[in-house]
């Protein structure tokens, strides 16, 4: 099975800041990765996918990149309303696993 | 608009079954591949199984192999998840999300229902 290590487990940021979180996939994934924001109560929500398109209606601000196995997301600038916990997922294939998943707190 | 609705969560006993449902509208149900993700309260996103568009094959996680059943009804636009010998780490909330089709299978999750929650407890 592909493992994907999510980091960090939390974070917290200001308003503006910009922010990172990475995945590591245990083997080649190619560009098979989903990044997701889910908010308390709600479903999760896809923001990203194939490592770096964005979903649409997604705002400018969220991105995602790709180096190997290492995968990386980023909210360029932090707003209040981008809290919630961000998950990564692979889909090259089966079982599909998620990250552990990070969740984004305002300081 | 393109919608999935969960339905059939609830409180059931140690041992006991219960099946849960996914409505779909606004897309061609047939043409895609499903799954069934839970989250564990406070924890995080686990992938349970999944069914191919036309229902030829089926894949689970480990932790429900042997007990859960996941299956579809393209007449009725509607997936099911057959959950046997439920036990207290089967309580969470149960989400269904839209996957790929024939030629990307596992690409997708684009769309996801609100969840239903499952509570295993005596």
């Known amino acids: 099975d592909i493992q994907m290590t999510q980091s960090p487990s939390s974070l917290s940021a200001s308003v503006g800041d910009r922010v990172t979180i990475t995945c590591q996939a245990s083997?080649?994934?190619?560009?098979?990765l989903n990044w997701f924001q889910q908010k308390p109560g709600k479903a999760p929500k896809r923001l990203i996918y194939?490592?770096?398109n964005l979903e649409t209606g997604v705002p400018s601000r969220f991105s995602g990149s790709v180096s190997g196995t290492h995968f990386t997301f980023t909210i360029s600038s932090l707003q209040p309303e981008d809290i919630a916990t961000y998950y990564c997922?692979?889909?090259?294939?089966?079982?599909?696993?998620f990250g552990q998943g990070t969740r984004l707190e305002i300081k | 608009q393109v919608q999935l609705v969960e339905s059939g969560g609830g409180v059931v006993q140690p041992g006991r079954s219960l099946r849960l449902s996914c409505a779909a509208s606004?897309?061609?149900?047939?043409?895609?591949?499903l799954h069934w993700v839970r989250q564990a309260p406070g924890k995080g996103l686990e992938w349970v199984a999944i069914?191919?568009?036309?229902?030829?094959?089926?894949y689970y996680g480990d932790s429900v192999k042997g007990r859960f059943t996941i299956s579809r009804d393209n007449s009725k636009d509607t997936l099911y998840l057959q959950m046997n010998s439920l036990r207290a780490e089967d309580t969470a909330v149960y989400f269904c999300?839209?996957?790929?089709?024939?030629?990307?299978?596992?690409?997708?999750?684009?769309?996801w229902g609100q969840g239903t929650t499952v509570s295993v407890s005596s």
């Open positions: 999300a839209r996957a790929g089709t024939r030629s990307a299978p596992l690409h997708g999750m684009d769309v």
């Open positions: 069914i191919w568009y036309d229902g030829s094959n089926e």
């Open positions: 083997h080649d994934i190619g560009y098979y």
């Open positions: 997922q692979h889909y090259d294939s089966l079982p599909i696993t």
């Open positions: 194939g490592a770096s």
């Open positions: 606004g897309f061609t149900f047939s043409s895609y591949v």
